[in-house]
């Protein structure tokens, strides 16, 4: 089993940053990339960012690609989402994911974090 936690969600104004961190327990081997999810009230569950273990490149939401950055630190299995030039459209409730191999579809990720909020105001 894996455990995933998400931290620093928070409020920020519009043009702001954020960075998120995702911290990964348990068998972290069975997840080969790590994923990050948003859900914003009343809209499906929303791909935002992915990252392999092994350090594939990065793959990213047309959304969000130039502003919002993932990376991770095996050592501490622990995974990031450094998020900058903050719009009103980016909040939402923000998920850390596991899965086989990274891709934008969220059936092929198997665990996920309880979510934090993001919250930007104009």
């Known amino acids: 089993q894996v455990q995933l936690v998400e931290s620093g969600g928070g409020l920020v104004q519009a043009g702001g940053s954020l960075r998120l961190s995702c911290a990964a327990s348990?068998?972290?081997?069975?997840?080969?990339?790590m994923g990050w999810f948003r859900q914003a009230p009343g809209k499906e569950r929303e791909f935002v960012a992915a990252?392999?273990?092994?350090?594939?490149?990065?793959l990213y939401a047309d959304s969000v690609k130039h502003r919002f950055t993932i990376s991770r630190d095996n050592a501490k299995n622990m995974v990031f989402l450094q998020m900058n030039s903050l719009k009103f459209e980016d909040t939402a409730v923000y998920y850390c994911?596991?899965?086989?191999?990274?891709?934008?579809?969220?059936?092929?990720?198997?665990?996920w974090g309880q979510g934090t909020q993001v919250t930007v105001s104009s």
């Open positions: 994911a596991g899965g086989r191999s990274y891709s934008g579809k969220t059936d092929e990720y198997a665990y």
């Open positions: 348990g068998r972290t081997f069975s997840t080969g990339a």
């Open positions: 990252i392999t273990w092994s350090g594939g490149i990065p």
